[in-house]
């Protein structure tokens, strides 16, 4: 066949790439793999396993140790022995071990592409040429930032024993991205590999062992859901970080609440692949062939939900039908093929229930010609067009190789349409026009934006929801932060506590909503050193949040510069009042410094372009959360109340206050400072009453995004509601030692990716 034949075909003889490198490491085990614990691989205590199937054959490839609760026991004793050395090791300690790891996955980098495909049944041309040299670049990176822990995260500590749960997509490299971080920062790891793709997670214990890297510092511990239940409950872990569904981050959320374990979620998406009019076409179809149907399609960032613009649409699904009857699925190890095996019956029965509910909504189902391989777990290429924004298909992940498609015919509504889904994760935008790209990136809500590109990923760059697609960051410098703690003082040792006094006042304090002083729906009221303040309920509750709702999209597009002034004329104003608040001086001081801080910092605390790579420029953005519910702490009543409330709207929140409920009256004072202040309505909403009823009820709520918390017997309830849509919740014992602490936790970090050249 001449060259000119093979590329009008595009027909391809198969390439193998040989398994025996797998098998052998495989022989040299027994086909039995055990648990690695304290350094050395040890049998599972109940003598129990499981086996581990070969998706693209069905066939068994080793049996697995299932741990028990006294395996997770032994793995988290392990670690915690081992932490207070590693981190007491200086930082260019810990980068050599890093280092050494990285180099040593170089160097068994075909062992590993191979072990992986085996156990997952992704084509061996991801594995080889994405999974591992991204996993050796994480420990590179992070290699890095252990040299330089001291100079770029001052005053920050390790947290202690990270629990560490992953899925079965990435299996390795989701482990880089979890113990790659923790390990630089100081901290020991106890990871649980997802039931499915263990393999790889055993032999990279191997790697650790031939480095050298200290006893107990890594520890996998392979099983069931079990495992991962005893390890995330275990009381001696200080932080959980989660890859996986949404509904598991949500019964981990709940699991956890009240336990003081940092958390942090990477969740499900339904991502949006948003293609305008004026993109360039063939560029796209090639960008969405990578958005969905890498990886089978089983990624959480998939470009799952196609969204063209109607000008355009015919053409370009005509395209796409076209390319999708040249893609190749087959043997994940020849390198020929584009898809490879989905991971388990289970999951292609939950593919084809789906698609199957998608055709009996309405969609029109589009496959190519050819049929799969009746070996293993396969399922074709799919295509569902005229999808409503309402369908299942349109909402619920399905995470498999099926692209929904819908259509658009405004900028407006491609941003309302990818907007529409409970999910944040990632977004894909296809324009030439560089100023239409950039607007769209910032006004959809998702925490990676792919710019006429799709699914970049680095070590560099941080990756991470928004919404019920968790929360955290994994990558970049902002996802250290998720495995190391400040230091902090109390608010007891700042401020002297002074008494609340009645200034002669002889009302009762209303609430204060959309701008306005408001009588409380219940008509209710409760008293004070003698003062009558505002009962809020339920109905008031709900009112703060729509005003606040209302408000936050103005606010947040407002210039920095102007939130700063809107600030520093909040402090002239209260500075003016000075004598009717009954606190002490020192705890006024210290509100103003707190007001003046955050104006300072609103233009100032901004994103940066991270060095990435690839030719292109990769920054990000610091968004506000949306609505933040502050839970004020009872000491401190004017200091708790101003010093978060400036540092969540210097950064383009809007929030509803709960003040103390044994010191009001500095709460209901401020109103008159507000109002003087040109503080937008709805930007700042204060309800007195009862601490336990109203955070109830602004933790329940779905229109609160955030929610910071101050009263140590409030944290559980607080952090268990919080699940059902999963808001960000901070549960402030102590305050930080700097501004931005706060401010981080006022933002979430958007990863905007735009390639340059031709």
Same mark, same amino acid.
């Given at each position: 066949?001449?060259?000119?034949?093979? $590329?009008?075909?595009?027909?391809y003889?198969?390439?193998?790439?040989?398994?025996?490198?797998?098998?052998?490491?495989?022989?040299?085990?027994?086909?039995?793999?055990?648990?690695?614990?304290?350094?050395?691989?040890s049998?599972?205590?109940?003598?129990?396993?499981?086996?581990?199937?070969?998706?693209?054959?069905?066939?068994?490839? +080793?049996?697995?140790?299932?741990?028990?609760?006294?395996?997770?026991?032994?793995?988290?004793? +392990?670690a915690?022995?081992?932490?207070?050395?590693?981190?007491?090791?200086?930082?260019?300690?810990?980068?050599?071990?890093?280092?050494a790891?990285a180099?040593?996955?170089?160097?068994?980098?075909?062992?590993?592409?191979?072990?992986?495909?085996?156990?997952?049944?992704?084509?061996?041309?991801?594995?080889?040429?994405?999974?591992i040299?991204?996993?050796?670049?994480?420990?590179y990176?992070h290699?890095?930032?252990?040299?330089?822990?001291?100079?770029?995260?001052?005053?920050?500590?390790?947290?202690?024993?990270?629990?560490?749960?992953?899925?079965?997509?990435?299996?390795?490299?989701?482990?880089?991205?979890?113990?790659?971080?923790?390990?630089?920062?100081?901290?020991?790891?106890?990871?649980?590999?997802?039931?499915f793709?263990?393999?790889?997670a055993?032999?990279?214990?191997?790697?650790?062992?031939?480095?050298?890297?200290?006893?107990?510092?890594?520890?996998?511990?392979t099983?069931?859901?079990?495992?991962?239940?005893?390890?995330?409950?275990?009381?001696?872990?200080?932080?959980?970080?989660f890859?996986?569904?949404?509904?598991?981050?949500?019964?981990i959320?709940?699991s956890t609440?009240?336990?003081?374990?940092?958390?942090?979620?990477?969740?499900?998406?339904?991502?949006?692949?948003?293609?305008?009019?004026?993109?360039?076409?063939?560029?796209?179809?090639?960008?969405?062939?990578?958005?969905?149907?890498?990886?089978q399609?089983?990624?959480?960032?998939?470009?799952?939900?196609?969204?063209?613009?109607?000008?355009?649409?015919?053409?370009?699904?005509?395209?796409?039908?076209?390319?999708?009857?040249?893609?190749?699925?087959?043997?994940?190890?020849?390198?020929?093929?584009?898809?490879?095996?989905?991971?388990?019956?289970?999951?292609?029965?939950?593919?084809?229930?789906?698609?199957?509910?998608?055709?009996?909504?309405?969609?029109t189902?589009?496959?190519? *010609?050819?049929?799969?391989?009746?070996?293993?777990?396969?399922?074709?290429?799919?295509?569902?067009?005229?999808?409503?924004?309402?369908?299942?298909?349109a909402q619920?992940?399905?995470?498999?190789?099926?692209?929904?498609?819908?259509?658009?015919?405004?900028?407006? *509504?491609?941003?309302?349409?990818?907007?529409?889904?409970?999910?944040?994760?990632?977004?894909?935008?296809?324009?030439?026009?560089?100023?239409?790209?950039?607007?769209?990136?910032?006004?959809?809500?998702?925490?990676?934006i792919?710019?006429?590109?799709?699914?970049?990923?680095?070590?560099?760059?941080?990756?991470?929801?928004?919404?019920?697609?968790?929360?955290?960051?994994?990558?970049?410098?902002?996802g250290?932060?998720?495995y190391?703690?400040?230091?902090?003082?109390?608010?007891?040792?700042?401020?002297?506590?002074?008494?609340?006094?009645?200034?002669?006042?002889?009302?009762?304090?209303?609430?204060?909503?959309?701008?306005k002083?408001?009588?409380?729906?219940?008509?209710?009221? $409760?008293?004070?050193d003698?003062?009558?303040?505002a009962?809020?309920?339920?109905?008031?509750?709900?009112?703060?949040?729509e005003a606040?709702?209302?408000?936050?999209?103005?606010?947040?597009?407002?210039? +920095?510069h102007?939130?700063?002034?809107?600030?520093?004329?909040?402090?002239?104003?209260?500075?003016?009042?000075?004598?009717?608040?009954?606190?002490?001086?020192? *705890?006024?001081?210290?509100?103003?410094?707190?007001?003046?801080?955050?104006?300072?910092?609103?233009?100032?605390?901004?994103?940066?372009?991270?060095?990435?790579?690839y030719?292109?420029?990769?920054?990000?953005?610091?968004?506000?959360?949306?609505?933040?519910?502050?839970?004020?702490?009872?000491?401190?009543p004017?200091?708790?109340?101003?010093?978060?409330?400036?540092?969540?709207?210097?950064?383009?929140?809007?929030?509803?206050?709960?003040?103390?409920?044994?010191?009001?009256?500095?709460?209901?004072?401020?109103?008159?400072?507000l109002?003087?202040?040109?503080?937008?309505?709805?930007?700042?909403?204060?309800?007195?009453?009862?601490?336990a009823?109203?955070?109830?009820?602004?933790?329940?709520?779905?229109?609160?995004?955030?929610?910071?918390? $101050?009263?140590?017997?409030?944290?559980?309830?607080?952090?268990?509601?919080?699940a059902?849509n999963?808001?960000?919740?901070?549960?402030?014992?102590?305050?930080?030692?700097?501004?931005?602490?706060?401010?981080?936790?006022?933002?979430q970090?958007?990863?905007?990716?735009?390639?340059?050249?031709?």
């Open positions: 066949m001449s060259i000119t034949e093979i $590329f009008e075909t595009m027909e003889g198969p390439a193998p790439e040989g398994a025996d490198p797998g098998f052998q490491w495989l022989d040299g085990h027994q086909r039995q793999m055990k648990l690695f614990i304290g350094g050395e691989f049998a599972p205590s109940s003598g129990q396993y499981f086996e581990s199937l070969n998706p693209a054959t069905g066939a068994p490839l +080793a049996k697995i140790a299932q741990a028990n609760g006294e395996d997770v026991n032994k793995a988290v004793a +392990a915690k022995e081992a932490q207070i050395e590693w981190a007491g090791l200086a930082g260019n300690r810990r980068a050599r071990y890093l280092y790891i180099r040593q996955i170089q160097k068994h980098s075909r062992l590993f592409a191979v072990l992986e495909t085996l156990d997952n049944g992704k084509p061996i041309r991801e594995t080889r040429d994405i999974d040299p991204l996993v050796a670049r994480h420990f990176h290699a890095g930032w252990a040299q330089t822990m001291e100079a770029e995260l001052p005053g920050y500590e390790p947290l202690g024993v990270c629990g560490q749960i992953i899925p079965w997509n990435f299996p390795l490299l989701m482990l880089a991205w979890k113990i790659a971080p923790a390990l630089a920062m100081g901290n020991t790891v106890v990871l649980k590999p997802a039931e793709t263990s393999l790889t055993l032999l990279f214990a191997e790697i650790c062992h031939q480095v050298g890297l200290p006893r107990g510092v890594v520890n996998i511990v099983g069931d859901g079990e495992t991962g239940r005893l390890l995330v409950e275990h009381p001696d872990i200080q932080k959980v970080a890859t996986g569904s949404t509904e598991v981050g949500r019964i959320r709940e609440a009240g336990s003081g374990k940092k958390l942090s979620l990477e969740l499900g998406g339904k991502s949006p692949f948003i293609v305008f009019e004026d993109a360039d076409i063939d560029s796209a179809i090639e960008g969405l062939v990578d958005a969905i149907w890498f990886n399609g089983q990624v959480c960032c998939a470009g799952s939900r196609l969204l063209v613009q109607e000008s355009i649409s015919k053409r370009f699904h005509e395209k796409l039908r076209v390319r999708m009857q040249t893609l190749r699925i087959g043997d994940p190890l020849d390198k020929a093929v584009d898809i490879g095996a989905i991971i388990a019956p289970v999951q292609l029965d939950r593919i084809s229930e789906l698609v199957q509910k998608g055709v009996e909504e309405g969609a189902l589009f496959q190519p *010609e050819w049929t799969c391989p009746r070996e293993g777990w396969f399922y074709p290429p799919t295509l569902l067009t005229e999808v409503t924004p309402s369908s299942t298909v619920v992940e399905i995470f498999g190789p099926v692209l929904v498609s819908m259509t658009f015919r405004t900028n407006a *509504e491609a941003v309302a349409l990818a907007n529409n889904t409970p999910y944040g994760l990632a977004a894909s935008v296809w324009t030439e026009n560089l100023s239409l790209a950039h607007d769209v990136a910032a006004k959809i809500k998702a925490g990676t792919w710019i006429n590109c799709t699914n970049q990923f680095d070590a560099a760059a941080g990756f991470g929801g928004y919404r019920e697609s968790g929360y955290g960051r994994e990558g970049g410098k902002e250290l932060y998720e190391v703690k400040p230091a902090g003082m109390a608010l007891q040792s700042i401020v002297a506590i002074e008494p609340s006094k009645n200034a002669g006042l002889d009302k009762t304090h209303k609430l204060y909503i959309g701008g002083q408001t009588r409380p729906d219940g008509g209710y009221s $409760f008293t004070v003698g003062i009558e303040f009962q809020g309920n339920r109905k008031d509750i709900r009112n703060a949040v606040a709702t209302g408000a936050a999209s103005s606010w947040a597009n407002q210039s +920095a102007l939130r700063a002034q809107v600030l520093y004329y909040l402090a002239e104003n209260l500075e003016l009042a000075r004598e009717e608040f009954p606190v002490s001086n020192e *705890e006024f001081a210290i509100t103003l410094d707190a007001i003046f801080t955050y104006a300072g910092m609103a233009d100032k605390f901004d994103g940066q372009v991270h060095s990435v790579p030719r292109g420029l990769t920054y990000t953005r610091n968004e506000p959360v949306g609505v933040i519910a502050l839970i004020c702490p009872s000491e401190a004017l200091l708790g109340l101003v010093a978060p409330l400036a540092a969540a709207i210097s950064m383009g929140n809007s929030v509803i206050a709960v003040p103390s409920s044994s010191a009001p009256l500095s709460a209901a004072l401020i109103y008159r400072v109002d003087a202040s040109d503080v937008p309505a709805g930007v700042v909403n204060i309800v007195t009453g009862d601490p009823e109203l955070a109830a009820t602004l933790a329940d709520h779905a229109g609160v995004d955030g929610c910071w918390n $101050f009263q140590q017997d409030l944290i559980a309830d607080v952090e268990r509601r919080s059902s999963l808001k960000q919740v901070w549960s402030v014992t102590s305050l930080p030692f700097g501004a931005k602490e706060w401010l981080r936790h006022a933002t970090v958007k990863n905007v990716w735009v390639p340059m050249g031709d």
